[in-house]
């Protein structure tokens, strides 16, 4: 079937819209690169001086090192909790384990502004305001329906058969999962990491609600920096955030090749 | 106990901890926080009937609803026309479009609020590049009002309108397109009889999925609406941090979750909601 002018048409428009999507971001790089000390488009002249007070501020170090320590955290955390909760739901796999599963997807569903609300109104009376614990602990909670979405849809291309073998074998419940089922829904679990630090590393409904001055993660600072508007290290940090997600990018493409049966689309 | 482990399938053991966490220090708190709409600061419905009452709330609602509203119907619109050039395009050119959709979706929230207020403002990129053509002669406000927070928004909902629809388009049997071609249809016919409606469950699913995010959406209606554009995200935030109203924050927060549950139970009805929040075909 030949394609109709109305499609080469759309898909023309389609790239320009692609365009539109990823080229905004862009402006970062000419404003990180301005000469001048308040927020500017360099006009002929260049510098890197924002890039050198972006890395010897300590400010903004201790923030990329604390995101860092966060990020890792909850990204362990949330990958032993959601590959957990999708090993056991698809065992269970009955009426209630749908249930179960959809409850425990709704702190990913639910409006960050609603789950900042509770976690601030829980972590008053606990003492947890401000701490890394209780940042740590939030992030969890909204990472982990990541993690059990990736590892469910590894699970479900895994054949139950192999599981039975195993089982028949005379492997126990606990070799098997960490013998047969784990290696075969590695890539999920892979991509659940990820998802997981990407979602707590850019944080902030939550986390502007929970911290305030020990625990300054790097959205944290960003946040700030562009509400006072002035400052071009601000766009200096864009620039670093922009080539870290092209990293995390290709990590992920190669993550996907070795696993094309796993194709999350997200 | 030995009668009870054997009902009880031992998945359930792995499912637990992490159980045992959401009810606790999320839907505890939650449900706390419904509580108080109802009983804070006293008792009864004052806080719902404030609603009514007060103009600056009706007036937010409004709003909200409203930036939400059309931010769904643009997104969905340009979404659609992405995934299907997407479906529709050779595997190489297919594999080029989800690589710059993906990564416009991970690239910070941050950043990208960043890069329009540089875009957007007095003397940010558009106005002076307007200038320079001739267009305009004053700057035109793209922000601090409705049109930014739209142009914010939209740009932000995007990929999340073509995962859906992407989703949906996939599973289509391209078949049925050829056989109404063959049967004597234009292509605009097949397109609109017999295409469009296919691809509705993926049109509505697209549509209360952007729809949610929206309605909760903070970072962009604060920065780009500039304080001008007051939405319920934004107002619950000063509510609480600032002049430390719990009531009325948490008559917001119980009116938008039940606008969320109502709105995640008809999407059920049309996709797997797994399907949506995962990307996964599973």
């Given at each position: 079937?030949?394609?109709?002018l109305?499609?080469l048409?759309n898909?023309?428009?389609?790239?320009?819209l692609l365009?539109?999507l990823v080229?905004?971001?862009?402006i970062?790089?000419?404003?990180?690169?301005?000469p001048k000390?308040f927020?500017s488009?360099?006009k002929?002249?260049?510098?890197l001086?924002?890039?050198?007070k972006l890395?010897?501020?300590?400010?903004?170090?201790?923030?990329?090192g604390?995101?860092?320590?966060?990020?890792l955290?909850?990204?362990l955390?949330a990958?032993?909790?959601?590959?957990?909760c999708?090993?056991?739901l698809w065992?269970?796999?009955?009426?209630?384990?749908?249930?179960?599963?959809?409850?425990?997807l709704l702190?990913l569903?639910?409006?960050?502004i609603i789950?900042?609300m509770a976690?601030?109104?829980?972590?008053?009376?606990m003492?947890?305001?401000d701490?890394?614990l209780g940042?740590i602990l939030a992030h969890?909670?909204?990472?982990?329906?990541?993690?059990?979405?990736?590892?469910?849809?590894?699970?479900?291309?895994?054949?139950?058969?192999?599981e039975?073998?195993?089982?028949?074998?005379?492997?126990?419940?606990w070799?098997t999962?960490?013998?047969?089922?784990l290696p075969s829904v590695?890539?999920?679990?892979?991509?659940?990491?990820l998802?997981?630090f990407i979602?707590?590393w850019?944080e902030?409904?939550v986390?502007?609600f929970i911290?305030?001055?020990?625990?300054?993660?790097?959205?944290?600072?960003?946040w700030?920096?562009?509400?006072?508007?002035?400052d071009?290290t601000?766009?200096a940090?864009a620039v670093v955030l922009?080539?870290?997600?092209?990293?995390?990018?290709?990590?992920?493409?190669?993550?996907?090749r070795?696993?094309a049966?796993?194709?999350?689309?997200? | 106990?030995?009668?009870?482990r054997k009902?009880?399938?031992?998945?359930w053991?792995?499912?637990?901890p992490?159980f045992l966490?959401v009810?606790?220090?999320y839907?505890?708190?939650?449900l706390?926080?419904?509580w108080?709409?109802?009983s804070d600061?006293?008792p009864?419905l004052?806080?719902?009937s404030?609603?009514?009452?007060?103009?600056?709330?009706?007036?937010?609602?409004?709003?909200?609803?409203?930036i939400?509203?059309?931010?769904?119907?643009?997104?969905?619109?340009?979404?659609?026309?992405?995934a299907?050039a997407?479906?529709?395009a050779?595997?190489?050119e297919?594999?080029?479009?989800?690589?710059f959709l993906?990564?416009s979706?991970w690239?910070s929230?941050?950043?990208r609020?960043?890069?329009?207020?540089?875009?957007l403002?007095?003397k940010?990129?558009?106005n002076?590049?307007?200038e320079v053509?001739g267009?305009i002669?004053?700057p035109v406000?793209?922000?601090?009002?409705?049109?930014?927070?739209?142009i914010?928004?939209?740009?932000?909902?995007i990929?999340y309108a073509?995962?859906?629809?992407l989703?949906?388009m996939?599973?289509?049997?391209q078949?049925v397109?050829?056989?109404s071609r063959?049967?004597?249809?234009?292509a605009s016919?097949?397109?609109?009889r017999?295409?469009?409606?296919?691809?509705?469950?993926?049109?509505?699913?697209?549509a209360l999925l952007?729809?949610?995010l929206?309605?909760?959406?903070?970072v962009t209606?604060?920065?780009l609406?500039?304080?001008k554009?007051?939405?319920v995200?934004?107002y619950i935030?000063?509510?609480?941090?600032?002049?430390?109203?719990w009531g009325?924050?948490?008559m917001?927060a119980?009116?938008?979750l039940?606008g969320v549950l109502?709105?995640?139970?008809?999407m059920s009805?049309?996709?797997?909601l797994?399907?949506?929040?995962g990307?996964?075909?599973?």
């Amino acid at each position: 079937m030949k394609p109709s002018l109305l499609a080469l048409f759309n898909r023309a428009g389609a790239w320009v819209l692609l365009m539109f999507l990823v080229l905004p971001a862009l402006i970062a790089i000419p404003v990180s690169l301005t000469p001048k000390r308040f927020l500017s488009m360099p006009k002929g002249e260049y510098s890197l001086r924002h890039f050198e007070k972006l890395f010897t501020s300590e400010e903004w170090m201790s923030s990329f090192g604390q995101s860092a320590v966060v990020a890792l955290s909850t990204s362990l955390l949330a990958t032993i909790f959601g590959t957990l909760c999708a090993i056991g739901l698809w065992r269970v796999s009955s009426k209630y384990s749908e249930v179960v599963r959809a409850f425990l997807l709704l702190p990913l569903i639910i409006p960050q502004i609603i789950s900042a609300m509770a976690f601030y109104r829980l972590w008053i009376p606990m003492g947890l305001l401000d701490s890394y614990l209780g940042l740590i602990l939030a992030h969890t909670i909204l990472a982990t329906p990541m993690v059990l979405i990736t590892v469910s849809a590894s699970l479900a291309n895994f054949d139950p058969k192999l599981e039975q073998a195993s089982r028949n074998l005379g492997a126990s419940n606990w070799v098997t999962v960490r013998r047969v089922i784990l290696p075969s829904v590695r890539p999920g679990v892979l991509a659940g990491a990820l998802f997981a630090f990407i979602l707590s590393w850019d944080e902030i409904v939550v986390t502007l609600f929970i911290s305030k001055y020990s625990v300054y993660t790097l959205p944290r600072r960003m946040w700030n920096g562009i509400r006072e508007n002035t400052d071009p290290t601000v766009a200096a940090a864009a620039v670093v955030l922009i080539a870290l997600t092209i990293i995390a990018f290709v990590v992920y493409a190669i993550l996907s090749r070795r696993n094309a049966k796993v194709k999350t689309s997200l | 106990m030995l009668a009870l482990r054997k009902h009880i399938s031992p998945g359930w053991w792995l499912v637990a901890p992490f159980f045992l966490m959401v009810a606790c220090l999320y839907l505890g708190p939650l449900l706390n926080i419904l509580w108080l709409s109802l009983s804070d600061p006293e008792p009864g419905l004052q806080n719902y009937s404030k609603l009514v009452e007060s103009d600056t709330l009706a007036r937010i609602m409004w709003t909200t609803i409203r930036i939400c509203v059309i931010t769904t119907g643009f997104s969905v619109i340009l979404g659609y026309s992405v995934a299907y050039a997407m479906v529709h395009a050779y595997r190489r050119e297919q594999s080029f479009m989800l690589t710059f959709l993906l990564v416009s979706f991970w690239i910070s929230i941050l950043v990208r609020t960043f890069s329009w207020l540089m875009l957007l403002g007095r003397k940010g990129l558009v106005n002076e590049s307007l200038e320079v053509i001739g267009l305009i002669s004053e700057p035109v406000a793209f922000m601090r009002n409705e049109l930014g927070v739209l142009i914010g928004m939209v740009h932000y909902m995007i990929p999340y309108a073509v995962l859906p629809l992407l989703v949906n388009m996939q599973t289509l049997d391209q078949r049925v397109m050829s056989a109404s071609r063959n049967l004597g249809a234009s292509a605009s016919q097949t397109f609109f009889r017999i295409y469009l409606p296919m691809t509705r469950p993926g049109i509505v699913a697209s549509a209360l999925l952007v729809f949610i995010l929206s309605l909760g959406f903070y970072v962009t209606p604060a920065v780009l609406g500039g304080g001008k554009v007051l939405m319920v995200a934004e107002y619950i935030s000063v509510q609480l941090l600032v002049t430390l109203k719990w009531g009325v924050a948490a008559m917001l927060a119980a009116l938008m979750l039940a606008g969320v549950l109502v709105m995640l139970w008809i999407m059920s009805k049309f996709m797997k909601l797994s399907t949506v929040f995962g990307g996964a075909s599973s």
